[in-house]
């Protein structure tokens, strides 16, 4: 079976793969001071330490962006180096978006975090098994539904449609999901692809819409995030665009566009958008403003409702939650990667400020990568506004 999306996960690198005898290098000695212009000598010595093809951060602070930088190649092997207006793949961060996009349409009074799957899934709630009726639309934003893990143990997986009907897909491929079994008692914490899956198809039915179609005219568009887009950016056949790349025996090969290339189209809501750094900061000041009591693109009550700790766990709607004392309380956090590339986010929203890192790399090598990036974001942050 082909890797599909790599789920968020708060595992610690402790080493890399057997099948990659990588030694894990140290931060540079020297970071440097957020805003003193070297953030990308920075990157570069984390970037070949890692031995990834290329690196980019963001650092936001006081809702601007601080700092900005890429550095290294588009695909390895070739000369085309990657810029700070690039695009890039965020894999599991979409579910923070998706989840924004719930938290418009709750305000806009077209569902409610409560609406149930009987409710907005009429069609098929028939059909599915009796403990995922009354499932709500932020049990399956937070992956306490009980839903399994397992998202390939369908038929929809193992044929995959070839149409552009999107929410006809989601819905057929929803019903299944809702055939199998649980995979965790309901209000546990599971984190599960296919509850994105089922909460899209609620969105989609409810609104008559597909999920992209709203994503980009009532979360991309005011916010102006005009480069944002679904699935591997970039034009098979010219380097317009950085690559994800494949890591086979320790060594990187890039992937051109196309369906091997990403997760299926369907799996979008979970984890296919690209956007560039600029324009994910504006996502994500929104969320650190929003916090703060800042209305915004939803309501400040709209976004700490985003924000809000399911029970027993330490997941929100979108978003990972983890208290570091350098944020000054709770962390907003994610992860992403369909296996070719990595993404990587904290925001601090008691500290006003927050920090991305990605690469077009992706397993152990492109997770490290992006953690010592943010590492030394946080430094370089610290440096220039204390501890």
Known sequence: MRKTLLVFSLVLLAACGSDDPFQVPDLPSDVGVAGDGTLAEVLEPIRAGWNVPAVGAVLIHEGQVAESAVT??????????????????????????????????????????????????????????????????????????????????????????????????????????????????????????????????????????????????????????????????????????????????????????GPDADSPPALGPAGRVHMTLADYARFAIQHIAGEQGVDGLVSAATFQRLHQRAPDTAYALGWGLAVRSWAGGVALQHEGSNFLWYANVWLAPERDFGMLAVTNAGEDRGFGATEATITALRERFEAANGP
């Open 72 to 257: 290294g190649q588009r695909a390895r092997g070739s000369l085309a180096q990657a810029t700070n207006g690039d695009l890039w793949h965020l894999g599991s961060l979409t579910v923070g978006m998706a989840a924004t996009l719930a938290g418009v349409l709750v305000e806009a009074g077209e569902i409610e975090w409560t609406t149930t799957v009987d409710q907005a899934l009429s069609a098929i709630s028939p059909l599915i098994r009796d403990e995922f009726r009354d499932v709500s639309l932020a049990e399956l934003l937070s992956h306490t539904s009980g839903l399994t893990a397992d998202i390939t143990n369908t038929v929809w997986w193992n044929t995959r449609p070839h149409n552009d009907d999107l929410p006809g897909q989601r819905l057929a491929w929803s019903l299944e999901l809702m055939q199998n079994q649980a995979g965790a008692q309901r209000g546990e914490f599971l984190y599960t692809n296919g509850g994105y899956v089922v909460a899209a198809a609620m969105l989609e039915q409810v609104m008559d819409e597909s999920w992209e179609s709203m994503m980009a005219s009532r979360v991309f568009a005011p916010l102006g995030m005009t480069s944002a887009g679904f699935g591997a950016p970039g034009t098979a056949g010219t380097l317009d665009q950085p690559r994800g790349h494949r890591l086979t025996a320790g060594t990187y090969s890039p992937v051109e566009p």
